[in-house]
């Protein structure tokens, strides 16, 4: 797979970074991260040369580390030589070590906190696709580029022949909504076609089309979203009640668990616009209330799974094909080392009581 934007970063950063390539790559723009797209069995320094050079963008993710850490430098240098399009990206409120002012004192810079992190990921969206729209536009004043003029007309014809195809297509646009305007003045409009409620419009699209009514329950509602307390749960107004939705089949850190925090963020970062839509499952051994929940075009049970900000829950995810998918979305996680798996040994949350205990008793 060819890939669009090179993502420098330091280890200590790999949390932020794994939450801006997940946003990138939702809209199309495809990382080169590493240690997941290094080649298994490739030298690491001859794999980031590559990635560099096979990138026509590069991203700079900037944090304290970061900022002191030789590896990044020469990612810097390497991409200014190759004369990449840096974007740098502050993940912080420090001062720019004197080696990476050298390559980018001259560049525009975003900075991401909490506060900022959603509206700059737009942004940061916008930039990266023009970056790529000029990479593949090709510059009408080079002479060497231009196509010849062998006719050797005047600019006023060239301008004619172009117009004539908008013209053409002008006229059949007309064409169209005259013979429609005429067709509905005279027959009498067809009912509109009923279409039955179903309970998948909370569901990505890979899923509505295999998971039925049947096995789902009536109850689609939708509702604002006014606090994300954990990475299992979402605290919505529905029906002017204040209501809290537990994530189905899924099961985030637990506190006091490494990368809590993290998913929590992860999950708030997900929700578009404060909206989401829920299919609504009933309660679960402990009283919460279970959904599969969306907001915009993700799916939030599973992309939290993708980005390994959760396990699946396999006692309790039962829903198929559902369920499958979000297994094979955890190995994939787990196989990149994404998120809560970049640690030796993960525990998952309910087993993190006992082992809790152990220890103390130890």
Known sequence: MDHDVFISHSSQSSTAATTIVHQLEQNDIHCWLAPRDLDPGSEWAEGIIDGIEGCPVFL???CPHANSSPQVLREVERAVSKKKPIIPVMLGNFTLSKSLEYFISSHHWLEFSPKTARNNTKILIDVIHKKL???DRVPSSSPQEAPPNTHNRPAFFARKRAVLPLIA????LLSW????FFRHHFESPAPPPTVPKTTTQALDHSTQATISEENLGPDVVSGEVFGIPNGNVVKARIHGKERELRLYG????????EYNEEAR???EQLIIDNRIRATLLGKDDRGHTEAIISS????????????GYAWKN???CQKEPLCSEMGKLEQKARAQRLGLWQGDNPIPPWEWPSHQKLLQKQ
Not at 169 to 172: A, I, N, R, V
Not at 296 to 306: D, H, S, T, W
Request: aromatic share 10%.
């Open 296 to 307: 915009g075009e993700a799916l939030l049970n599973k992309e939290m799974i993708r980005a």
């Open 133 to 135: 729209s000029n990479q």
């Open 177 to 180: 909504l005259f013979f429609h």
């Open 314 to 316: 396999t006692k309790h």
């Open 169 to 172: 297509l002008l006229f059949l």
């Open 265 to 267: 963020a992860f999950l």
């Open 60 to 62: 700079l993710l900037l």
């Open 250 to 257: 899924t099961d985030a850190p637990a506190p006091q668990q």
